[in-house]
């Protein structure tokens, strides 16, 4: 495929967001673009971008601290915007160069009972304080379980709420609540440290967008026991984990 290479790799992914029902999309070096549509990968061979093709689209799209991050870890989450839409970004090396996958965020804030959410979970809603944990399989809907949780809060109550995300998906207005929403790298170092921070900042409510090692749950059970609602997600395949 011929095209000016500033805008090749948008101009793709903006096509097959809209042509195709697909969760995510698999942008490779020197390999066919590939979806995963209802459930299954599908590859397209005419759709091949190069790996000079993919570093011009990270430096138009990720910040200087995302692109010093990657260059050091190899890898990276981030949120990026393409044709006004935001897509979750996961840019990784492999053995034949740089590769991304994105999964498209939805804008509108998900309202809780629209998502047909177990009552067990539009009441807990309505906690003071305590740690609250969802956990799943990626994919399994946590992000937007949380987001619709803090939608349900604002819509409800006077208070403040602080999140800790990495990266954030979903944006939040003040309603009733205000609404502080920080990012890993952008605005904090950690999880650890931001949850740290955000206990000196008045808060009522305490988003964790994944609690990953012992230092953020140990800072979350503290957060929970001085009076705090604590939300936070956690990577699991299963009951045992």
């Known amino acids: 495929m011929t095209e000016n290479k500033d805008i090749l790799i948008d101009h793709l992914i903006e096509q097959y967001s809209k042509n195709y029902q697909l969760s995510d999309l698999h942008i490779r070096a020197n390999q066919p673009l590939a979806i995963r549509e209802h459930g299954e990968i599908v590859t397209f061979p005419d759709d091949t971008v190069s790996g000079e093709d993919i570093k011009i689209f990270l430096k138009k799209h990720i910040d200087s601290f995302h692109a010093e991050k990657f260059e050091k870890e190899k890898q990276i989450d981030t949120a990026i915007v393409v044709e006004g839409i935001r897509y979750r970004a996961n840019i990784y090396e492999t053995l034949n160069g740089d590769s991304i996958v994105l999964r498209k965020i939805e804008t509108i804030v998900p309202i809780a009972e629209d998502l047909n959410l177990p009552p067990v979970i539009l009441s807990a809603c309505d906690y003071r304080n305590g740690l609250i944990l969802l956990t799943g399989p990626t994919g399994s809907g946590k992000s937007t379980t949380t987001a619709s949780m803090i939608n349900r809060i604002n819509l409800m109550r006077k208070e403040n709420i602080i999140t800790i995300e990495d990266p954030i998906e979903f944006i939040h207005a003040n309603q009733m609540c205000i609404i502080s929403q920080r990012e890993?790298?952008?605005?904090?170092?950690?999880?650890?440290?931001?949850?740290?921070?955000?206990?000196?900042?008045?808060?009522?409510?305490?988003l964790l967008g994944?609690?990953?090692?012992?230092?953020?749950?140990?800072?979350?059970?503290?957060?929970?026991?001085?009076?705090?609602?604590?939300?936070?997600?956690?990577?699991?395949?299963g009951a045992p984990n």
Not at 210 to 225: N, P
């Open 184 to 206: 890993i790298g952008k605005h904090v170092t950690s999880f650890a440290n931001g949850l740290r921070g955000a206990l000196r900042e008045d808060p009522d409510i305490i």
């Open 210 to 237: 994944e609690m990953r090692d012992y230092e953020t749950v140990s800072a979350a059970l503290t957060a929970a026991e001085t009076g705090h609602l604590v939300i936070g997600t956690l990577h699991t395949n």
